[in-house]
């Protein structure tokens, strides 16, 4: 079983790439909502919580765990790859790989959530790949509280949105790093406030080609990996903004089951 964990939702645009590309594989899904956000916690508190997910979902049966929070990511990747024995993906090398590849000028944005942006990880990751790329980061903290709010087309948004862009703008970027699992759900407001020249990376396609690859070459890990019930998406609390978000990632009704 592939197990993909978030503190939200925002995890689930990448289960949603991951359905689409590897359709015949089971899937487990953790949204850890009642401990949400993570963004704003210290990294102490989200090395943690990302020790506790993982056990959950081996306990359920995964065995390859998805890191589908950006947050969690940056500052519990190593210690999850160094505690547990399965393999464990995250979200930002992916996507830092496809940024160095299609940036041009080498002109880097990332958005993320405070603790993404704080750990400084994007900044190390692409100037250790790619020497000359110049990085502009923005955290953007309220984002994710919208979206966990369904407020995906509010006024609100849209301005909040232009304000924590202009400053990337301004700085001519011609990629930008959405450094949150949350944020492809705003693609349809980031990209013109951006500029529609401005190639925007979204993790979640990034991170299941990358499983896809992976697995190809691994014929018999592939194989434990098939189908044989429905997916199933746990959360540690249901809201109806959570279900209703999960609907439109999905675009079917998910069962949020509570544990
Ligand atoms: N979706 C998560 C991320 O990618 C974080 C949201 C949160 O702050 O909990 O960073």
């Given amino acids: 079983m592939i197990g993909v964990f978030d503190s939200g939702v925002g995890g689930m645009t990448v289960a949603s790439a991951i359905e689409q590309v590897l359709p015949d594989k089971q899937l487990i899904y953790f949204g850890d909502l009642a401990r949400a956000p993570y963004g704003s916690k210290s990294p102490e508190t989200i090395r943690r919580y990302a020790i506790e997910n993982t056990e959950f979902l081996i306990s359920k049966g995964a065995t390859l765990i998805i890191v589908a929070c950006n947050s969690a990511a940056s500052v519990a990747s190593d210690i999850l790859q160094s505690t547990f024995d399965q393999p464990v993906f995250e979200v930002i090398t992916p996507a830092i790989d496809r ?148 609907q439109r990632i999905f675009g079917r009704k998910i069962k949020l089951n509570k544990i």
């Avoid at 699992?181 to 407001?189: F, N």
């Avoid at 190639?199 to 592939?222: C, G, Q, W, Y």
């Fill in 99 to 246: 940024a160095i590849a299609v940036s041009r000028t080498g002109r880097i944005g990332v958005i993320g959530t405070r603790a993404t942006i704080k750990s400084g990880v994007y900044e190390q990751e692409i100037k250790r790949k790619r020497t000359e790329c110049k990085i502009f980061s923005e955290p953007c903290p309220m984002l994710v509280p919208l979206v966990e709010e369904g407020w995906l087309n509010k006024r609100e948004t849209k301005m909040i949105t232009r304000r924590y862009l202009h400053p990337l703008k301004m700085k001519n970027v011609d990629t930008l790093l959405l450094g949150c699992t949350h944020y492809p759900l705003l693609k349809h407001l980031i990209q013109p406030r951006i500029g529609k020249r401005v190639k925007v990376i979204d993790s979640s396609h990034e991170v299941a080609k990358r499983l896809h690859d992976f697995l190809e070459s691994r014929p018999e890990l592939s194989r434990s990996l098939e189908k044989k019930t429905e997916n199933t998406y746990y959360v540690s609390d249901v809201t109806d903004a959570a279900s209703m978000t999960a």
